[in-house]
Every structure is written in structure tokens, then in C-alpha cells.
């Protein structure tokens, strides 16, 4: 695919961060999710909006990272990025000399943080809880890289991080999902150290179905409780 | 199974309710999550102790019930329980005047609540997060009955409880997991309106797999970044 005229190119040294998002980022966040309901085929479902994240995600007052709803952006930069600040997560430099790199949507995504920053990707994540161990875990639902951004060993930092973040807090798993077919996430999740449980099914109760439950406590009242 | 001398038999109008728990109820919660391993053959996995249950699903101050971990206790009664109160999530009435039931550990399983309440069971639950709804959900960690009470409704009524609160706290989606061989659970699911959704696998990060993420940050600098 031929390069657009109006595409950035980021060559030679390239700075990442991994930072807390706050509310200034939910333009991005959105369009970020949109990108992954198009990739993974599914704009059917894709029900965000802007104030639900605003709402969801940074509700106020706000609570400590890992504790709750927790959303990670991550930053490039063609300059060197100043030193770790209050919400970073983890920084880190890319070195692409050898394979420069052109982002046709980088003035779209010009990071709310300002200083030529452009953010690439996303992660959302928030404690799970394993009873066997007593321990809270952090449970990953999304982490997305935007396309011209993949296979620059980005989508391994932010779950490195994540994972750096969940041992440090003391936490007993990190737990993610992946589709059965996606033989190369398998194969990159495996290697990263993860196991895939080949046993476990995912039961959802959604929409109407979930809707039936509203206020029925009383159907279980006397006999049917019996069943 | 021959009717233990020292069980205690439940027969006619038997109460439930099922409750938020406290961390009276620790000692039980810890001996039903025991009960759970030994069920599921993986008390090798088994690590749980009083004091990781009392300051994980405890912890003080408090959080508002389902917008952290929230453990949910099932209490029986012989006799008619009071009107509902603060921390009562759902109540039902039993009708066992066709199949008694004998308990052989009602004693062990005295409620902290007294009054000869019996517990039964527990739930644990805490909010998880969908970004194509941009809504919380409730995930289901873990629904548990104790045998002599199971096959009475007991844990259809406690799912559906926990659906009913999550569709009134406005929330998009309640999410369990299955064992894929488990026919009799995944048909009891889906009679309830779940789907089992097939191609999503559980990855899972842990023990010393995830300690080597700790503190590692730095190995992501510089070249290796760029793989």
C-alpha cells in the first residue's frame, strides 16, 4: 500500500509511553474501539460513546489505578519524552532506523499531551478475583495497537507492563482472552509465558435475556423454588 | 448414603435468603471454597486462608456492594426469616414437604447471623468491564452449594438474583465461565437464556511465569523493542 501524501513518518529513534489515560483521552479511546469492533468484524455491537467512557472509565471521584476500571494509553513521540511523570507506566525507545514507519492517521490521533505526541493504542483492564488463591488478579479486556504500529514489539510492552504491574501489586494472575483460531496470538501469548485453558467456556447473559431478570426475585418465592 | 445420626432434617417450609456476607462469615466462606477444590478435584490449587479472604473481599472502609468484589452468603432458616434488610439481596420459601433433607453439616454451618440459620452457600461476584457496550457487567466468579442442598432451585435462584441486580444497576452483560464437558451446567445455562460463547479461550499468566514481569520494565528499551 503506497504511502498517503498526508502520512507522518517516524524514522530512527521513536520514545513510547505507556500512561494512565484520563477523560481528555476518551475522543481517542472511542475511535480506538471502533478500529478494533472494524478488525474484529463485529461494528454490530459497538455501542460506546463518549460520555458512557467518560462516565464509566473516569468516573469522579476518581479511583486508584488497579482498583477499578483502569484505561492505559500509549504514546509515541519522534522526540525524547521527558522522565517517567505520575501516570507513567512504562517507557520505552524503539529504534526505527532500519524499518521507518508511516502513520497516514497521526494528526487525527495527536495526543491530547501535546509535544508531537501521537497515541497509537489502548489497553483496559480491571481486578478479577481467584478465590482458590484469595487474590485479586488483573483481567485484560482490551489491548489494541493501531495498524501501522503492530509488529514493533508494542502489543508485547503493554502486556509486559501489565503484567509487571499486577506481580508488583502482589496479584495472582493476569487473565486475558483470545479467539481459538488466532494461532499466531496463541503461539505469541504462550511464548510471553501464558497458558491457554483449553476447557473453560464463556457464558453470557445479555440484552433481553438479561433484562428478563429485572425485579423477578418473587418468581422464586414457594413452589417453583422447588424445582 | 445412609442419614448421618447427627444430620439435621429439614422438611415442610425451609426460608432462604440470600445476603450480602461480612467478615463474620469468613470461616465459612473459606470452608466452602474447600468444598468447591475438593468438587472440582484442584485442591492442589487451594490457597486460600482467613486473613487473604478478610482483607481482599473486606477490606476497610468498605465498597458499595457489586462495584468490587462481593461476596454473597446463602442462608437457610427453618423457620420464617424477617422482612428483608439491608444487606438481603433476594428471599425465597422452599416447599421440601415432598423430599426432605438432612444436613449432616448444619451444625458446622451454624450462620453467624443465628436464629438457627444454616449457610449453604456463596456467590462471588465483582464488576467486569465490555468496551464495545462501554458498560460494566457483573462476572460471575463463583456460585457454590453445599451438596445435601443442591438440586432444590438454590442456584438458579441465586444467578438469577445476581442478573436481576446487575439488569437494575443498568449494567450490560453477566459473564460465568463453564467447563466445556459439563452438559448438565452448560444446558442449565442456556435454559436461562445464556449463550456459551465457543471460541473464546482463557489465557492465563501466573506463579512464576508472571513473577519474571516484575519490575522488568527495562528489558524493553533499545532493540529488543524493535523485534
Chains 1, 2 share one sequence.
Not at 154 to 182: H, I, Q, T, Y
Not at 187 to 192: I, K, S, W
Amino acid at each position: 500500500m503506497a504511502t498517503p501524501a498526508n502520512a507522518t513518518t517516524f524514522s530512527g529513534e521513536v520514545w513510547a509511553e505507556l500512561r494512565l489515560a484520563d477523560a481528555s483521552d476518551v475522543p481517542h479511546i472511542h475511535a480506538l474501539i471502533h478500529q478494533m469492533a472494524e478488525f474484529e468484524l463485529l461494528t454490530d455491537l459497538f455501542a460506546a460513546t463518549h460520555e458512557l467512557l467518560t462516565s464509566t472509565l473516569f468516573p469522579s471521584p476518581p479511583r486508584p489505578p488497579f482498583t477499578s476500571f483502569t484505561a492505559l494509553i500509549l504514546d509515541l513521540s519522534s522526540s525524547p519524552l521527558p522522565a517517567s511523570g505520575p501516570s507513567t507506566i512504562a517507557s520505552h525507545r524503539l529504534d526505527l532506523s532500519a524499518s521507518p514507519l508511516a502513520d497516514p492517521e497521526a494528526a487525527a490521533f495527536a495526543s491530547p499531551r501535546g509535544g508531537g505526541r501521537v497515541t497509537a493504542g489502548f489497553v483496559i483492564c480491571f481486578p478479577n478475583y481467584s478465590t482458590f488463591l484469595s487474590k485479586p488478579g488483573l483481567y485484560v479486556e482490551d489491548i489494541f495497537v493501531r495498524a501501522p504500529w503492530r509488529r514493533r514489539g508494542l502489543g508485547r510492552m503493554m502486556l509486559s507492563a501489565v503484567a509487571g504491574k499486577a506481580a508488583e501489586l502482589g496479584m495472582g494472575r493476569v487473565e486475558w482472552c483470545v479467539l481459538d483460531w488466532n494461532k499466531n496470538a496463541i503461539d505469541f501469548y504462550e511464548g510471553m509465558g501464558a497458558e491457554v485453558l483449553p476447557q473453560w467456556r464463556i457464558c453470557r447473559l445479555t440484552g433481553a435475556a438479561l433484562d428478563k431478570y429485572k425485579g423477578n426475585q418473587e418468581e422464586w418465592g414457594g413452589s417453583k423454588a422447588a424445582e
